[in-house]
């Protein structure tokens, strides 16, 4: 994304928000993605892409060094401007869906199969292909206009593709059948940004989204949309959340992708190179890798409930076994680490668990009640 908006001023704007926990600086990301555009994460890897100016390529990111260790070369593909991948149990999609002059009619969401990704560093793509239903007007309004897009997640099947609005600030949402052929583009919700949406991503674990952007004088900031919306395709009709990042990150950064791990709230969040003069001084803001923890996931949600003291564990801290002593029943159990990682499953009310070979360190024992009814104990394995 070639951002065309001055940095008038160096204020912060600070808004405090409980909803996000841990936020920091992960690593810098290499010199090959200085415009990273969009994340995603698989088999413990990142995936990003630059949005323009580059070839048709894939960059895999080791997720504890940072160090890039593949490229993936899109063969059948072209690269206007991609600003967004997602993906579904089978297939990773790109979105060459970056429209700043708003006169594109070869929007495109390219289509990989994932058994081919990991196999191979040159594959080929199927085209999905499509147009938004209310867009007559297709001459040149650069950074003027409402049909721009940088963010896309695949939801219940379908596409949703949030908008950049450059006209109003708004974003748009429309959804897209995720077949192969072309699509008309159906606006199904909208909300007052105040701001341009950069990238989204949809937790299936926790039934929300988080969205990325920016506002018109480069600060960074997240739009939150959680489970307890109300049903149906209109996102926006019970609110959202919209977090200031004012206070983690500096003024001037370029957020542009977002992604989360499935597991226990964690997020990744990227910044794209960016450079700017004002006065004498230029101010240079380098590519990185962020991280940070959605706290109303129920993997890590600890806030008390009246059920915490019908339920202890003994002993704590434990080496072997751990036993949950109850006068209330339960269906399942889920023990998650403190990286938010999946490490024991039980579905039963068995109240001894063997954690012998679990490593040394702080769990999360969340304990089901039943459908509605749930909470976390914490325990710490010796």
């Not at 290499?30 to 995936?47: A, D, H, Q, Y």
């Not at 991948?85 to 869906?97: F, G, K, L, V, W």
């Not at 450079?275 to 940070?292: A, D, T």
Request: aromatic share 12%; with cysteine.
């Amino acid at each position: 994304m070639k951002n065309y908006l001055l940095l008038t001023t160096l204020l912060l704007t600070i808004t405090i928000s409980g909803q996000i926990s841990a936020f920091k600086e992960k690593f810098n990301l290499p010199e090959e993605v200085k415009e990273t555009s969009g994340l995603l994460f698989l088999n413990g890897k990142i995936i990003t892409h630059n949005d323009s100016g580059d070839g048709p390529k894939l960059y895999e990111i080791d997720s504890i060094s940072g160090n890039l260790t593949r490229t993936i070369s899109i063969v059948n593909a072209t690269n206007v401007d991609w600003e967004d991948i997602t993906q579904d149990e089978t297939h990773i999609y790109i979105a060459d869906i970056g429209n700043n002059n708003g006169n594109r009619t070869d929007l495109k969401i390219y289509s990989v199969l994932k058994s081919d990704y990991l196999r191979s560093n040159s594959v080929s793509a199927e085209i999905i292909s499509f147009s938004y239903e209310n867009q007559s007007d297709f001459t040149s309004q650069p950074n003027a206009h409402n049909f721009d897009a940088e963010a896309i997640v695949f939801y219940n099947s379908f596409f949703l593709i949030f908008t950049k609005n450059w006209a109003d600030l708004k974003t748009n949402v429309y959804k897209i059948q995720a077949t192969v052929g072309h699509h008309s583009a159906i606006k199904i919700s909208t909300a007052h940004a105040e701001g341009l949406i950069t990238g989204a991503t949809y937790d299936k674990e926790n039934d929300s989204f988080f969205l990325c952007g920016y506002n018109t004088t480069l600060v960074p900031f997240l739009i939150y949309i959680d489970h307890n919306r109300a049903p149906g395709d209109d996102l926006f009709s019970s609110g959202f959340l919209k977090i200031s990042l004012a206070d983690q990150l500096e003024q001037g950064s370029q957020i542009e992708g977002i992604t989360n791990l499935n597991r226990g709230g964690h997020h990744y969040l990227s910044r794209e190179f960016f450079s700017v003069n004002i006065g004498e001084n230029e101010f240079i803001f380098s590519q990185k890798l962020y991280q940070f923890y959605d706290k109303s996931n129920p993997l890590l949600s600890l806030h008390k409930n009246n059920f915490t003291d019908y339920f202890w564990l003994e002993p704590n801290p434990v080496a072997n076994e751990l036993n949950i002593k109850s006068t209330k029943d339960f269906v399942s159990l889920l023990i998650v680490n403190s990286l938010g990682e999946e490490v024991f499953k039980q579905v039963s009310s068995k109240k001894t668990i063997d954690v012998s070979k679990l490593a040394p360190g702080i769990y999360y024992l969340k304990i089901q009640l039943d459908a509605q009814k749930n909470f976390v104990k914490t325990f710490i394995k010796g």
